[in-house]
């Protein structure tokens, strides 16, 4: 059983187009985030949001938006694709707000090439 | 605001030799602190984690670390390196929004590369 799983596992696409990455947990968690991971490993949160709660990281585009249909799943929206958004996007849950002290647990990641 | 900074991005050691790899934080507020593995294409999963009490903690795979408030690092270390530790290491320390608050995301450092040569 996938604690939390993200489809698709690779999206390959072209520069302006429209795409989106699903996430679902089944933990029963609370508090859901999406992180981005460049080509140099490094991790920077990009949102999480809990019951109804939204905090971005203001450095994001707001080419970016994260939909959740129901407390298990948080979706990631992009607009008009671009070339730097090329990386490995992670979706992760944990209950309560992670950053508190609740281990965060992370999905197997989406690696996305912009072409 | 908090920050993690790790030194080394590559560590390279031999099997059965003592692995030491290096976090120092800044953080306003007590810092809640966390080191997380990742094996090559998968996701991150948490090694150990301090947050008050103990400032030694054990964690899985025979790994543990040292909050030194006075030194504000928390190095991991491992006794005896398995070629299965090779894997890419992350240091992160919480983003408390609201110290006493629920609210808060992690901070990550930049990584540090585990090679174990047989």
């Known amino acids: 059983d996938t604690a939390v799983s993200q489809t698709p596992k690779y999206l390959v696409t072209q520069m302006g187009n429209d795409k989106s990455i699903k996430c679902e947990q089944n933990l029963g968690h609370d508090t859901m985030y999406w992180y981005k991971q460049d080509s140099k490993k490094f991790l920077k949160i990009m949102f999480s949001y809990n019951n109804k709660e939204l905090i971005i990281n203001e450095t994001v585009p707001n080419r970016f938006s994260p939909k959740s249909p129901d407390k298990a799943h948080l979706n990631l929206h992009i607009n008009s694709l671009e070339l730097g958004d090329s990386a490995v996007y992670f979706c992760a849950s944990s209950q309560d707000w992670g950053g508190n002290y609740n281990e965060q647990f992370f999905g197997p990641g989406t690696r996305l090439t912009v072409l | 605001a908090q920050s993690v900074t790790q030194l080394g991005s590559h560590v390279s050691v031999s099997e059965g030799a003592l692995v030491l790899l290096r976090c120092n934080y800044s953080s306003s507020v007590p810092p809640y602190l966390f080191w997380y593995v990742q094996y090559p294409n998968q996701g991150l999963q948490l090694l150990l984690k301090y947050t008050t009490g103990a400032t030694l903690v054990k964690g899985i795979n025979g790994f543990e670390a040292e909050f030194k408030k006075s030194e504000t690092s928390f190095h991991l270390t491992k006794p005896s390196a398995h070629m299965s530790d090779a894997a890419e290491y992350f240091c992160?320390?919480?983003?408390?929004?609201?110290?006493?608050?629920?609210?808060?995301?992690?901070?990550f450092g930049k990584g540090t590369k585990l090679s174990v040569k047989p």
């Open positions: 992160a320390v919480s983003d408390r929004r609201n110290y006493g608050g629920s609210q808060g995301n992690l901070i």
